[in-house]
């Protein structure tokens, strides 16, 4: 007799905290990571929400936007990084310069992706920081 394989309740989706003080930013990643297989259990525009968030749900993966209005995403990873939540961090952000990726990823952010990258290279980031490497947008690596 075969055993049966895991059944869908066995499976669970790798869940998601999206960070970004633009709404239509937050809408438009959320619906591509959803459709993506991903589960957002979180969005927040502030700082302080995405660490409320973050403590709340414990997500596997956070899409921080670098600027909040209330602090930036590496502030979020450096404040939590002391004994906080472990959850694998992506910086998402519409202007990154050489100092800002060396700061996020010496703060314990794994990777980094610009807003004007094709949506698939968040994935890609999201998969490698989930097994542990870093990533860098290609985009970034060119300047």
Not at 57 to 84: E, W
Request: hydrophobic share 45%.
């Amino acid at each position: 007799m075969a055993a049966a394989g895991p059944s869908p309740d066995d499976w669970s989706m790798t869940t998601c905290l999206i960070a970004d003080d633009h709404e239509d930013v937050l809408d438009a990643v959320s619906a591509y990571l959803s459709s993506e297989g991903y589960e957002v259990v979180g969005l927040a525009s502030t700082a302080a929400d995405a660490i409320r968030l973050l403590e709340e749900f414990r997500p596997d993966v956070a899409v921080l936007d670098y600027q909040l209005p209330d602090a930036t995403g590496i502030d979020i990873v450096r404040g939590l990084s002391a004994g906080g939540p472990t959850t694998a961090t992506v910086l998402l952000s519409g202007e990154v310069t050489r100092s800002i990726v060396a700061e996020a990823l010496a703060t314990g952010i794994s990777g980094v992706v610009l807003k004007e990258s094709a949506p698939a290279t968040l994935t890609r980031a999201i998969e490698t920081v989930l097994s542990g490497k870093r990533y860098v947008d290609p985009q970034l690596r060119r300047t």
